[in-house]
């Protein structure tokens, strides 16, 4: 076993540190004469052209990058999405009018409510594309076509590497659409893509400062419940860290749209209730800084998840965490990283089984 996590006190952790690896692998080999080439999509440039709407069905983490996606495909490709979790959108008689897109989302290939997501949209002949880690799984071999992460083994629970895989699959396919269809320029693609390459890096350079956040999760073990608030891509990023958290630490944690907090979650903010803050869109900056305030003047202590630059935050908030600059679409593969160790270091200091939380299985093959 030990020779198995390579040196690593958790596959959890050796995961984190494979993410540079995952992420450049699934993105360079799609990447070709400043093109970005999926073959294994499988569909004509009219084809893609005359996409009216795409349902991205996942479940769990998966969901998470399907609901960021969702942001990217919509602000470059302009077609509408509807992000379903599998085991609602099974149910829901959902409306499949041709020219209708399917992407179901899958680390491992056999969640069964996703199967059964997918088979539903079969049976109403929409075309699917599986986005799925394990080759030969039943998704991969289920679905019209599949694009495979390529982040090797997950042991772990609690997914990182095929979480930030699953990202850059949809950014490369939004991206593709975008361009197909010409919703974006040509120096915006190329732009784009410049920054997809700097990922890896970047994500390297976040690991390499872990200790800022090893140090502060090590003064928030006893926290009952944490609030996790973003906006826009921010909120989907605040739901992975949320969950991040819950799943391995125990610790109650809720992620909520910051516009949303005066609608309720406010009401549970008092004296040095933890609540972490992540702020990585320009022009949402100044509304999630006065979202910061209503919960500072509440006494709550606020971890702030930013840009670099971004020095207005550090006004307000107690502690900052900053990640490179990147194209705002793509800061989730940055923001993400923070958040994967302040879980990972909170359940490490409560001394938990973090590889095997309690109730919790990798692959939900049961409905
Ligand atoms: C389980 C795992 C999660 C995962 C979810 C969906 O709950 O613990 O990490 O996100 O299933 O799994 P899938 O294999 O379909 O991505």
Redesign the pocket.
């Known amino acids: 076993k030990a020779a198995e996590k390579g040196g690593y006190d958790h596959f959890m952790l050796k995961e984190i540190y494979e993410q540079p690896k995952a992420v450049s692998d699934t993105l360079i080999p799609r990447l070709k004469d400043k093109d970005i080439i999926i073959d294994e999509l499988g569909m004509t440039d009219e084809e893609i052209k005359r996409i009216r709407k795409i349902y991205i069905i996942?479940?769990?983490?998966?969901y998470h990058t399907g609901v960021t996606a969702k942001y990217v495909f919509e602000g470059l490709a302009r077609i509408p999405v509807e992000v379903d979790l599998a085991s609602e959108f099974r149910y829901r008689n959902p409306i499949f009018e041709p020219d209708t897109f399917a992407i179901i989302?899958?680390?491992?290939?056999?969640?069964a409510d996703?199967l059964a997501a997918l088979r539903e949209a079969k049976a109403h002949h929409i075309k699917t594309l599986g986005i799925v880690n394990v080759v030969g799984s039943s998704i991969a071999r289920e679905a019209d076509n599949v694009m495979y992460t390529w982040a090797g083994p997950e042991i772990a629970?609690?997914?990182t590497k095929?979480y930030s895989t699953q990202l850059i699959a949809q950014y490369l396919l939004a991206l593709k659409f975008a361009k197909v269809r010409e919703t974006i320029d040509e120096t915006t693609f190329s732009s784009m893509i410049d920054s997809l390459k700097q990922l890896p890096e970047q994500i390297s350079f976040l690991l390499s400062h872990k200790e800022n956040v090893q140090k502060f999760a090590n003064r928030y073990l006893a926290s009952d419940h944490v609030f996790f608030i973003g906006r826009g891509i921010d909120y989907a990023i605040s739901l992975e860290g949320s969950l991040k958290l819950k799943?391995i630490s125990y610790i109650h944690s809720e992620a909520y749209a910051a516009g949303e907090l005066k609608h309720g979650t406010i009401s549970l903010i008092e004296d040095g209730r933890l609540v972490v803050a992540v702020l990585t869109q320009p022009d949402l900056y100044k509304k999630t800084i006065s979202n910061i305030l209503e919960v500072k003047t509440r006494g709550a202590f606020v971890m702030a998840v930013t840009t670099v630059g971004n020095t207005q935050v550090e006004k307000v908030a107690d502690y900052c965490i900053y990640i490179p600059e990147t194209n705002p679409y793509f800061t989730n593969s940055l923001a993400v990283i923070p958040l994967q160790l302040f879980g990972y270091y909170v359940a490490l200091g409560k001394g938990l089984d973090v590889d095997k939380p309690r109730n919790?299985?990798?692959?939900?093959t049961v409905e």
């Not at 989302?105 to 969640?111: I, L, R």
Request: with cysteine.
């Open positions: 996942a479940c769990g983490s998966a989302v899958s680390q491992s290939g056999e969640t996703s629970v609690a997914t095929a799943e919790l299985a990798k692959s939900v």
